[in-house]
């Protein structure tokens, strides 16, 4: 899960984090320069899982701890800043980055985009640290009706069984906390997999989500049949491949 967490944070950073230089100090079309033209301000993203620092409410010590991680952080950040594309594996720690790296951040202010996993989502619908995301995301949904919250599954195939239906219910308990019906027009779902059947897809659209099947739209991509004769010209290479 925390790999899957790391995965979509590089395309995050990718996308709405990418600065206006690259490798060669040359001038890019980054992210950055296109929001504050096109919008002013810039999107928000975090990860939040139990790798994110620093655990535990604010005291001396932990400052001290958030402030050591921080450290190493940028010590990683100079580390790769000439590599444009190794750039994106580590958190930007800079004053104009949309990212929020630390709890407390995200705590105080959540994130426009928050990438989480259902064991974490899980714990801090039980914590009262985590309670002000939860309130601040509830504020923003009431005032006003056009305000639409996203939730975003990935991997929706591997969620069946027992363990499917505790991430089910779990759906349910998040969307009551933040007011929330699954039928509301507040809210949306958008789940991604690589192995859904249409089959038998919609019923289980409905059962996890709880929502009616005729409600979804399946968007599917096109299969690429792989071409057999390309085997006998790969095989000119296997000396290569096993160098």
């Not at 620093?54 to 010590?75: N, W």
């Not at 580590?90 to 980055?97: E, K, M, R, T």
């Not at 095989?235 to 491949?241: A, I, Q, V």
Request: aromatic share 10%.
């Amino acid at each position: 899960l925390n790999a899957l967490a790391e995965d979509q944070m590089v395309r995050l950073r990718t996308a709405l984090d990418s600065p206006d230089r690259d490798e060669h100090g040359q001038p890019v079309a980054g992210a950055r320069s296109w929001f504050a033209k096109n919008r002013g301000d810039c999107f928000y993203f975090g990860r939040y899982t139990g790798r994110t620092p620093v655990p535990g409410r604010p005291s001396k010590a932990k400052q001290q701890d958030l402030e050591a991680v921080e450290r190493r952080l940028r010590r990683q950040a100079r580390g790769v800043a000439r590599d444009f594309r190794l750039r994106f594996q580590f958190p930007n720690l800079d004053q104009v980055s949309g990212e929020q790296w630390n709890r407390w951040s995200m705590q105080a202010t959540p994130p426009d985009i928050l990438i989480t996993n259902y064991s974490m989502l899980n714990i801090m619908l039980m914590r009262s640290i985590e309670g002000p995301i939860f309130q601040a995301t509830r504020d923003w949904l009431r005032q006003d009706s056009r305000n639409v919250f996203h939730l975003i599954v990935d991997e929706l195939h591997s969620y069946r069984g027992t363990g499917g239906t505790e991430i089910a219910l779990l759906i349910r308990l998040l969307l009551d906390r933040l007011g929330l019906q699954p039928d509301s027009p507040q809210v949306r779902f958008l789940a991604s997999s690589a192995s859904f059947s249409k089959a038998k897809g919609r019923r289980f659209l409905t059962q996890f989500f709880g929502v009616h099947d005729d409600q979804f739209e399946i968007v599917e991509s096109p299969t690429v049949t792989t071409n057999p004769d390309s085997l006998a010209t790969i095989r000119k290479y296997t000396s290569s491949f096993a160098a």
